[in-house]
Nanobody
Framework: QVQLVESGGGLVQAGGSLRLSCAAS????????MGWFRQAPGKEREFVAG????????AYADSVKGRFTISRDNAKNTVYLQMHSLNPEDAAVYYC?????????????????WGQGTQVTVSS
């Protein structure tokens, strides 16, 4: 069992940056690949970024490549999403998720544990 708590969301101007954090608890956290998803009003929850259990492999949605970076610190049981050059299309609730595999996965249905989400608002 893994519990996830996101933080770091907020209001930022277009072109600005934010760093989201996801604090995990649970005995086997470091064995799980992790991911970030987002959901805007009226839209499906979509994959943003994923990272393998040891951080060696990552994956990104095309819409965020070159702007967002996912990382993890297993000693701190924390996953991060550094976001740069934010635009209004990035505004959404961002969710941290854990999957029961060690490999990066991009499909929502493969994730077993979810946080409550943190709101990111981007003003134009």
């Amino acid at each position: 069992q893994v519990q996830l708590v996101e933080s770091g969301g907020g209001l930022v101007q277009a072109g600005g940056s934010l760093r989201l954090s996801c604090a995990a608890s649970g005995r086997t956290y470091s064995s799980y690949a992790m991911g970030w998803f987002r959901q805007a009003p009226g839209k499906e929850r979509e994959f943003v970024a994923g990272i393998s259990w040891n951080g060696d492999s990552t994956a990104y949605a095309d819409s965020v490549k070159g702007r967002f970076t996912i990382s993890r610190d297993n000693a701190k049981n924390t996953v991060y999403l550094q976001m740069h050059s934010l635009n209004p299309e990035d505004a959404a609730v961002y969710y941290c998720a854990a999957t029961g595999t060690i490999f990066v996965v991009t499909t929502r249905s493969n994730y077993d544990y979810w946080g409550q989400g943190t709101q990111v608002t981007v003003s134009s």
